[in-house]
């Protein structure tokens, strides 16, 4: 819960820039890569996430390798992060912030795990129905869990539906040991 607290300021300051500087659409797509860099790659999150690692080398180290592969004001603002310590939250903040900018846009995120992954037909028909039920544009954050054995799970705002095998065998085992 702390990091929610400590990220939703830098995020809200990050999309408060971008929509100053009109770059938004290139804040997005570098948070979008940067967060891809962190999930693939465990060198870098541990790089980043390591305080024995001098501000100063994670600065220079950032600025040799993305000064040409980021927006500026993205670099500058992971910059400002590795300033005041608060990397190790980095990709929290930016998911924070592409929150934000699906809110201000009238998207939702709706985050589904299935056991195993959707076409693309599958994955065009859930946004449709999912854009009808709640009203606004949706996007899909796709996961595969092969332990949910069938079905999906689906998260959309604060409501989660769970049509996974492996929890309706779990509700059919409680009823069968009540007798």
Known sequence: MRNVRVAKPYAQALFDAATERQVVAQVVEDAHQLIELAEASPEFDEFVRNPIISPQFKSETFQQILSEAIHPLSLNFLLLLISKQRERWLVSVLQIFLGIVD?????????????????????????????????????????????????????????????????????????????
Not at 114 to 130: F, G, H, M, R, Y
Not at 164 to 176: F, N
């Open 103 to 179: 809110e201000k846009e009238g998207r939702m995120v709706a985050s589904v795990t299935s056991a195993i992954p959707l076409t693309e037909v599958q994955q065009a028909d859930l946004i449709n129905k999912l854009s009808a039920y709640s009203g606004k544009q949706v996007r899909l954050e796709l996961n595969v869990d092969a332990a949910i054995k069938g079905g999906f799970i689906l998260q959309l705002g604060d409501t989660i539906f769970d049509g996974s095998v492996a929890t309706q065998l779990q509700r059919m085992k409680a009823l069968l040991a009540r007798g």
